[in-house]
């Protein structure tokens, strides 16, 4: 990712940092120095490929709460791969619930097509794994 950031030139509005979820997230934030706007918290935060490991649910959900400026058009937007489970992934929209978020949108987007169809875990019991291949769950967090 560094590789992407200076071959684009984008280093001055991009940087990678090392960090593992629920740590400090001073690494994440720009320094007060170069942003003479204020807050240093994200309106808007992308996170994908994220949710394979539910062992990590809570330091991840933990992160994004820490870095989510606390407005209301603040969101947060998860992408994840059917293949993760469909009972992973209600369980990261759970436990996301108990800590004051709220799911405002989740479908489910066909990788190939671009079809679209609302989340159900339910279809978990009758799609097998090339199926869940083909689709993956986008949601929308904010705050409660």
């Given amino acids: 990712v560094s590789d992407n950031v200076r071959r684009n030139h984008a280093s001055e509005r991009c940087?990678?940092?090392?960090?593992?979820?629920?740590n400090d997230i001073s690494p994440l934030l720009m320094p007060a120095q170069q942003n003479p706007e204020?807050?240093?918290?994200?309106?808007?935060?992308?996170?994908?490929?994220?949710?394979?490991?539910?062992?990590?649910?809570?330091?991840?959900?933990?992160?994004?709460?820490?870095?989510?400026?606390?407005?209301p058009d603040a969101r947060v937007h998860v992408v994840a791969g059917l293949?993760?489970?469909?009972?992973?992934?209600?369980?990261?929209?759970?436990?996301?619930?108990?800590?004051?978020?709220?799911?405002?949108?989740?479908?489910?987007?066909?990788?190939m097509d671009g079809v679209q169809r609302p989340w159900d875990v339910t279809r978990a019991e009758s799609e097998d794994e090339r199926e869940r291949r083909k689709w993956v769950v986008w949601m929308v967090l904010r705050w409660a």
């Fill in 15 to 22: 940087w990678t940092v090392p960090y593992a979820w629920g």
């Fill in 38 to 71: 204020g807050s240093t918290l994200f309106d808007i935060i992308v996170a994908a490929d994220t949710l394979w490991n539910p062992e990590t649910h809570v330091q991840f959900i933990s992160t994004l709460c820490m870095c989510l400026n606390h407005t």
């Fill in 83 to 111: 293949h993760t489970g469909r009972y992973t992934l209600q369980s990261f929209m759970n436990a996301a619930v108990m800590h004051k978020l709220q799911v405002e949108r989740v479908v489910e987007r066909e990788v």
